[in-house]
């Protein structure tokens, strides 16, 4: 019975109870990992850290090498425009030669009709691009003119680019432009899209070709602004010589049908044989 009873009741507590109760009394600690312990958790961020690094040089050594390639575009044309200078090649071709900024199919395909079409690609749409993009466009109609003057051609944002350029004029180019879809309202408040048109020379002649529905034209209740739509946008902009197109029902891709590139075609011919005459 004395044995039971010591087995019921112990007089002396073991060890392992002693630290139970120890460790139940003692204030909470803050547990310090080790690197070892953390190394799990650590190697994803660890690696998504080096990729960023890399990224941001790789993004750093395109963007050097893209400047270095904008300037090198840049001095030639330098060097094609001091080497022109102002002297006009006569006209050897009673077809016309059309200078497309950012070309489309349909609209080559309306150009081809009536003479021949050189295509401009070699913009760029950064921000401070600008003065880049209207001087090599410059040159490109120096290259293009090898049978005379050169009719600009712009397509959406090569409109832009062709009214840059028609703020001066030039031997290489005619002081007459076809505007296909001119996208004078876009997603910020920015008005260079506007000053373009406003400035470009007092005597030129601009047809601006544009879809009725043209997104481009019509900014209705955008921000709060009260502007004008459509073909009334345009003319609200437009200081110099301008003829109007504006095919009805459709957007800003305004030659997608026949209809549309017939009424396109006998714009440009109306163009070209007023500014003949």
């Given at each position: 019975a004395a044995h039971g009873a010591r087995e019921a009741y112990p007089t002396r507590p073991s060890r392992q109870r002693i630290?139970?109760?120890?460790?139940?009394?003692?204030?909470?600690s803050i547990t310090t990992l080790s690197c070892a312990s953390l190394l799990p958790f650590k190697l994803p961020a660890l690696a998504a850290?080096?990729?960023?690094?890399?990224?941001?040089?790789?993004?750093?050594?395109?963007?050097?090498?893209?400047?270095?390639?904008?300037?090198?575009?840049?001095?030639?044309?330098?060097a094609t425009i001091a080497a022109f200078g102002d002297s006009k090649r006569p006209r050897t071709s009673s077809r016309p030669t059309f200078l497309f900024c950012k070309p489309n199919q349909q609209v080559v395909e309306v150009l081809s009709r009536i003479g021949r079409?050189?295509?401009?690609?070699?913009?760029?749409?950064?921000?401070?691009?600008?003065?880049?993009?209207?001087k090599k466009l410059q040159a490109a109609a120096i290259n293009a003119s090898t049978e005379g003057p050169v009719v600009l051609v712009g397509s959406s944002f090569g409109c832009r680019i062709v009214a840059g350029l028609l703020k001066q004029r030039g031997a290489a180019w005619r002081n007459c432009a076809v505007m296909v879809s001119y996208p004078l309202y876009g997603d910020n408040a920015r008005s260079d899209r506007v000053a373009a048109l406003r400035e470009v020379n007092a005597d030129a002649a601009l047809l601006f070709h544009s879809g009725s529905r043209d997104?481009?034209?019509?900014?209705?209740g955008w921000r709060g602004q009260d502007v004008p739509t459509g073909r009334a946008a345009l003319e609200a902009v437009v200081s110099?010589?301008?003829?109007?197109?504006?095919?009805?029902?459709?957007?800003?891709?305004?030659?997608?049908?026949?209809?549309?590139k017939d009424q396109l075609q006998a714009a440009i011919?109306?163009?070209?044989?007023?500014?003949d005459a």
């Open positions: 630290s139970w109760n120890v460790q139940s009394l003692a204030p909470p850290f080096r990729r960023a690094r890399i990224n941001r040089f790789c993004d750093q050594a395109a963007m050097s090498g893209c400047k270095k390639r904008a300037a090198d575009a840049a001095a030639a044309a330098d079409v050189v295509t401009f690609t070699d913009f760029k749409t950064w921000p401070n691009s600008m003065p880049n993009n209207i997104e481009y034209l019509d900014r209705r110099c010589n301008a003829t109007y197109s504006i095919v009805d029902g459709v957007g800003h891709s305004s030659c997608g049908s026949r209809r549309a011919e109306k163009l070209l044989r007023d500014d």
